[in-house]
Structure formats: structure tokens, C-alpha cells
């Protein structure tokens, strides 16, 4: 038995089939495009690489699926890998629509399966750092927060024509409210559920994509929290912030600086924690906690579930923009 099908040979693939070969676990890939196999093929020789996933299936016998597949294709490798009893890795965002997700979940349940979204930032340092500092009570009660998420699409994946890219094509689920959608996820994890959105969503730059370049929300979290959210892909200076204001201290996190700071009021003074660029050390603290919990039978850190929960949210923000309205999130 292979440990790992990877259903998709594109970036994400590409890392995880690496990391997961790095740390002594078998895989084998499901690509479609002939160049990406060669590609694969010269990196990783012995790695079995297959032109669909019905030939996949029909070679070998498979532990987990890891879906790293463009947003709108995930529903059916999906469904099908769990069909057969496969543990899910799930590629964020879980899908382009609510579509499905549902079935997918009762389907996860039905077989007892481990299913985990691929929020990798939840495993990223100065974040945990941020989460700590929360949880010790350094901030006090969180009133407001903001999250800022900006870089420039055509720098994403300076290798190719960002018109090409998936993330500039609507009908392959592209575009910055589905792609970034770490920001939700990382906002609900440090200030708790949103309950509510108002959101612009829109392309407004000279980009030439399909899709959706800005998102700016408002959101609330429960009723005495409020914060928002901003999302774009035209920001040529690649920058990503978090900043958490509480009754008791302020945490700013600099992503792309990977810094975290606390205010010390008493002090008059900021205190900073600096950690060491190591963008891949996420994914595979992501991945060995996804086998652990596999091994163990535990729900992961962020499991299915909570990738539905962002859905929803990505959902509600584009019925906000098209309504003009709050949309509430039960």
C-alpha cells in the first residue's frame, strides 16, 4: 500500500508530494498534463505518476488523498477517495461553491474517516505566537481586529503567465475571496466565530483576470467584537498584517516580517518576537499532524468542518456584495 495519493500535480501537489517524500512516506500522483508528469517525473524518479485518477485507483491501493486540485474540481476526487475509506487532505478553500460539502461530511462521518482542510497558516509561527499570547490573556478581551492580505497575482508564480494561472480563471474557482481565504480562518481561530459580513467583492484592478481581485469586509465576531478583513491581488508590496486590540494590550503580527509585538502598557513599550523565514516548516508541521491524527483517530486542528465554516463564510460575503447587506452566519 502507498501512503499518499496526491490527486494533482501543481504547486501545492508539488510540495506536499515533496515534503511528504522528505519525511520517509510514500506517494504517488494523479496529473493530467503530460509536462507536469515529465516534471515530476525528473524530480522524483519512482514515484508512480498516473493520467487520471481512475488509472490511479486501479494500480494500487492508497492510506490518504490529498486534494491539490484547482477549487472548482475537488468535489469528486473527493468523494470518490472517501468512498473508498481514504483518510482527506483537503486543500483550502474545500470547494468553489456550498455545494456537496455537505455530502462530503456525512460521507466523512459514515466511514469514520480523518478529513482536514489545509489552513497551513494555522501551523505558522508567528501566528501560533499570537494564538499564545491570546490565550495567556496578554491582550484581554479582543474588542476590534484587522487583517490585511495584499500581493501582486503576477508575482505569485512569476514562472508562468498569471492569465493562465488558475487563480485568473472563474470556472476553475480563482479569485482572491476563494484563494485567500487563510485570513478567515486565521481571524476565527485568534478572535473567535464570525457571525456576520458586509463585503465588497469586485475586480477593480487593470489586471486581466476573470475573477474577483478585492475583498474588503466588516465583520463581527459575537456581539461585542468587530473587525475586518481586507483581500486583494494588486498590492506590489506583498504585505500581510494581523492586528488584535484588546482591553488589556495590542498583538500586531507582520507575516511577511515574521515578527509578533505585544504592547506593555505598564512599560510604556512594545516586546518582540522575531522567528526564522521557514515558509515550508508549515507545511510539514501540517502534514505530520494530519498523519498523527490519522495513526490516533483524533479530529485534526482544523478539520473538515471547520474548511465548511469558511465556505459559508466566503458564501455570505459574496451574497453581501451583490445585496449591499449584512448577511448573519449562524
Known sequence: MITALVVGGGSIGKRH??????????????????????????????????????AALAAEQY???????PTAYHMDPALALAGRGLHLFVEKPVSHTLDRIPELLDLV????????????????QPLQKAKELLTAGRAGRLVTARSFTGVYLPDWH??????????????QGGGVLLDECHAFDWMQ?????????????GTFSDLEVETDDVCEALVRFGPRMVGS??????????RSEVELIGTESTVLVDLEGHTVRCYDHKGRKWERWSFEPA???????????FFACVENGRPPLVDLRAGYRVQRIIDACARSSASRRFVDLD
Open 17 to 54: 508530494l515533496r515534503n511528504l517524500l522528505a519525511t520517509g512516506r510514500t506517494a504517488a500522483v494523479v496529473e493530467t498534463r503530460e509536462d507536469r508528469r515529465a516534471e515530476i517525473a525528473a524530480k522524483h524518479p519512482g514515484v508512480p505518476l498516473h493520467p487520471s485518477l481512475e
Open 63 to 69: 492510506r490518504v488523498g490529498f486534494i491539490c486540485l
Open 109 to 124: 462521518e459514515q466511514k469514520k474517516l480523518i478529513a482536514m482542510t489545509g489552513f497551513c497558516m494555522r501551523f505558522f
Open 158 to 171: 512569476p514562472y508562468e503567465d498569471y492569465r493562465s494561472f488558475y487563480m485568473a480563471k472563474k470556472d
Open 189 to 201: 481561530w485568534l478572535c473567535g466565530p464570525i457571525t456576520a459580513v458586509s463585503a465588497v467583492v
Open 229 to 238: 478583513i481586507h483581500l486583494d491581488m494588486v498590492d506590489r508590496s506583498a
Open 279 to 289: 515558509y515550508d516548516r508549515m507545511y510539514v508541521d501540517e502534514i505530520e499532524h
